[in-house]
């Protein structure tokens, strides 16, 4: 009996590195796929710089929007597939339009695999931009203030064909070209590693078959129930312990097997709140009663998080970050962190009350596009990232005691259902000029 299922435990470790093995592939796939489109764009480019010939203006285009799923992509879309093409015919059907960027979400990157095909994808953008500008030269094209090319004027195919052969588009080519390589490397180091584990553990299997063969069927019974109740009683307690860390959804994931965690959320609001004066405040009262305080207030405004649909991501300190729309993806994300914000700044006055204190809060909140995902493998933290958390946080930072500031966006989202008063034009560390308001009270109905 014991030996049947170290087979099958065997199998199921066999058959798992097959799909290991078939997700390599495909990472490997999609990386090759950004680097043949950006090959093709350079040949197709140079081609029609020296020749002139339309066809391979069209093909480009045809290239590019391929890529940034704006056309069909064929079927088996791979390094022949141009060398193929005669006239207008093409050598395979159409399916779907997807993005290459599209695609790289379908598949488990860790956070350092996605970055460098990212930052591939992003100098392989800026070099298109050196290559429509060449091809638009070709026919005597210029682009206006706006970047369109309206612009009519004498066509230059010497300086064109310097943009696309030249020291400087070999250089930005370079540049393409070297995260892939860093990418395949990394796959590569990764996978090496995952084997070694898996042959570790084939190992260990055979090694515990010898040994339960061995052994009698009563003490092997014992040994069998005596385990799965403590296995039981782990799942529980982990379970307990996901749950009090990670949101339901993502600690489902995580309990399913998925590894390196990371989602891109289009539209989520980010809140931080302050306490003001907080080392004051430490020095005055002491750490233990300081620590005391921070755990009763935090503690109301998690209470509040249930109630507004508000996911807490993290305390730090005496500051308390948490988001809207991330990970159960809601249209009313702006709404729902905007009244969480007012509700507690009335629990605040509250607590105050109740506890003799003046404690004061300062709120920053703005939206848009954010990274939310799991970093760390021992000591897990649900965590999110991105230009919208940074903004967020240094709108708190300039906001002022008792006041919520926003952005501008976040008040064009909030006013038909809110009171908004314009602040005026703060200069944000590390962002710039940002236009910002208060968010003031709900209007009456």
């Not at 435990?9 to 796929?33: C, M, P, S």
């Not at 020749?51 to 391979?56: A, F, P």
Request: with cysteine; proline share 3%.
């Amino acid at each position: 009996m014991s030996l049947i299922l170290c087979l099958f435990l065997l199998k199921h470790i066999a058959v798992q590195e097959v799909i290991d093995g078939e997700e390599r592939y495909q990472l490997f796939t999609l990386a090759n796929q950004l680097r043949q489109s950006s090959d093709d764009l350079t040949e197709l480019s140079r081609l029609y710089v020296i020749t002139g010939e339309k066809k391979y203006y069209d093909h480009y285009n045809e290239t590019l929007a391929i890529r940034n799923g704006t056309s069909p992509r064929p079927v088996n879309y791979d390094e022949l597939y141009w060398d193929l093409v005669i006239g207008d015919k093409r050598p395979q059907p159409y399916g779907p339009a997807k993005s290459l960027a599209a695609m790289m979400l379908e598949h488990r990157f860790t956070l350092k695999e996605f970055s460098l095909l990212t930052q591939a994808e992003n100098e392989s953008k800026k070099l298109a931009e050196t290559e429509i500008k060449a091809m638009n030269l070709v026919q005597g094209k210029y682009p206006d203030k706006s970047g369109n090319y309206t612009i009519i004027g004498k066509p230059n195919r010497q300086l064109a064909q310097q943009m696309v052969f030249g020291d400087d588009y070999l250089q930005a080519k370079l540049k393409v070209m070297k995260p892939l390589k860093e990418f395949f490397t990394h796959i590569n180091a990764r996978t090496f590693l995952l084997n070694e584990k898996i042959d570790l553990e084939m190992s260990k299997i055979i090694a515990l078959a010898l040994v339960l063969s061995v052994l009698s069927t009563l003490l092997m019974l014992f040994f069998i129930i005596h385990a799965l109740k403590t296995l039981s009683k782990v799942n529980e307690e982990n379970d307990l312990l996901l749950l009090n860390i990670l949101p339901e959804s993502i600690a489902s994931r995580l309990k399913m097997g998925e590894e390196d965690i990371a989602d891109e959320y289009s539209q989520a609001s980010v809140m931080f709140a302050d306490i003001i004066n907080f080392t004051q405040l430490t020095d005055q009262l002491g750490a233990k009663k300081t620590v005391n305080i921070l755990n009763l207030l935090f503690a109301e405004l998690d209470k509040l998080t249930e109630k507004y649909h508000i996911e807490k991501v993290k305390t730090i300190g005496d500051n308390y970050m948490a988001v809207s729309g991330v990970p159960e993806q809601t249209t009313r994300h702006a709404i729902n962190i905007a009244n969480y914000a007012l509700a507690i700044l009335e629990k605040m006055q509250t607590f105050n009350q109740e506890n003799q204190m003046q404690l004061q809060l300062r709120i920053g909140i703005t939206y848009g596009t954010v990274i939310a995902g799991i970093i760390g493998h021992k000591k897990f933290v649900y965590d999110i990232w991105g230009n919208v958390v940074n903004l967020a946080s240094r709108l708190e930072e300039t906001s002022l005691p008792n006041k919520i500031q926003i952005s501008e966006k976040m008040a064009f989202m909030l006013q038909d259902e809110f009171v908004v008063e314009p602040r005026g034009t703060l200069e944000m560390k590390g962002i710039g000029d940002i236009k910002t308001y208060f968010l003031l009270r709900r209007k009456e109905k």
